[in-house]
């Protein structure tokens, strides 16, 4: 008995609330609402727009030096250079053309182990230094 009671109650419930049927019938009225204006027109990101950006930054104490600078015609054509040097003075510059020949770049660098190459239209003028590790000094504390 009890459940029919409380089915019943909430079936009353249901009826008894107010119905409007989707907008633009006879209840309920649309809303007056229409998107803001701004005075401009929408931007189409798709589309290549030129642009300019660049940093350099370096370490307080010498540690380290990055660069970067890239530069874009709006054309689709885009050009810059990218580099770090490490404490050690160990270098890598790398200067690059995208364009409708395709992607070219110029490395730079003197870090050991590398050679002078041209693999993939990419040019490395390696000029590479006598790397010697750090020197060991007995080991770590023991506590």
Known sequence: MFKFAVVAALL??????????????????????????YGYAPHDYA????????YDIAGDYGEFKQNRKESSDGKGNVQGSYGYTDAHGIYRQVDYVADAYGFRANVKTNEPGTDNQNPADVHIQ?????????PHYGGYPRY
Not at 26 to 36: D, E, G, R, T, V
Not at 47 to 54: A, E, R
């Open 126 to 134: 390696a000029n590479p230094v006598q790397y010697a590790p750090a």
């Open 47 to 54: 589309v290549p727009t030129p642009y300019d950006f660049g």
């Open 12 to 37: 009353a419930v249901a009826c008894a609330a107010p119905y409007y049927p989707a907008y633009g019938r006879s209840y309920a009225p649309a809303p007056a609402y229409s998107a803001p204006s």
